[in-house]
């Protein structure tokens, strides 16, 4: 029943900027806790950023911190992954995840934790 589907990846030189999207087809997509994560070739997923319920609550990874920005508009559906200063190390396929049975504070880090999965949108920074 929960969609989610990532988009607004693409080609970017180092340093510029990209916004990725994430929209859920959900009525209660106000009660999920929301993550981003990305999976380098040759390397396993790891978490870039998650999100609680209001959107008050943040977790960076130490890689991101200070140039991404994690949002959502729940009016929307909608979570955000704004980045800047990208680097070629960015490079990645981005993923965007949803917690379905999470609480109002909870900022969701653990990878199993997420419950539905967008298909991914690429990011390719170039040096």
């Known amino acids: 029943q929960v969609q989610l589907v990532e988009s607004g990846g693409g080609l970017v030189q180092a340093g510029g900027s990209l916004r990725l999207s994430c929209a859920a087809s959900?009525?209660?997509?106000?009660?999920?806790?929301m993550g981003w994560f990305r999976q380098a070739p040759g390397k396993e997923r790891e978490i870039v950023a998650a999100?609680?319920?209001?959107?008050?609550?943040?977790y960076y990874a130490d890689s991101v911190k200070g140039r991404f920005t994690i949002s959502r508009d729940n009016a929307k559906n909608m979570v955000y992954l704004q980045m800047n200063s990208l680097k070629p190390e960015d490079t990645a396929v981005y993923y965007c995840?949803?917690?379905?049975?999470?609480?109002?504070?909870?900022?969701?880090?653990?990878?199993?934790?997420?419950?539905?999965w967008g298909q991914g949108t690429q990011v390719t920074v170039s040096s």
């Open positions: 995840a949803a917690d379905l049975d999470a609480n109002i504070m909870d900022v969701v880090t653990t990878e199993t934790r997420y419950d539905r």
């Open positions: 959900a009525r209660t997509f106000g009660t999920y806790a």
């Open positions: 999100i609680n319920w209001s959107g008050r609550r943040t």
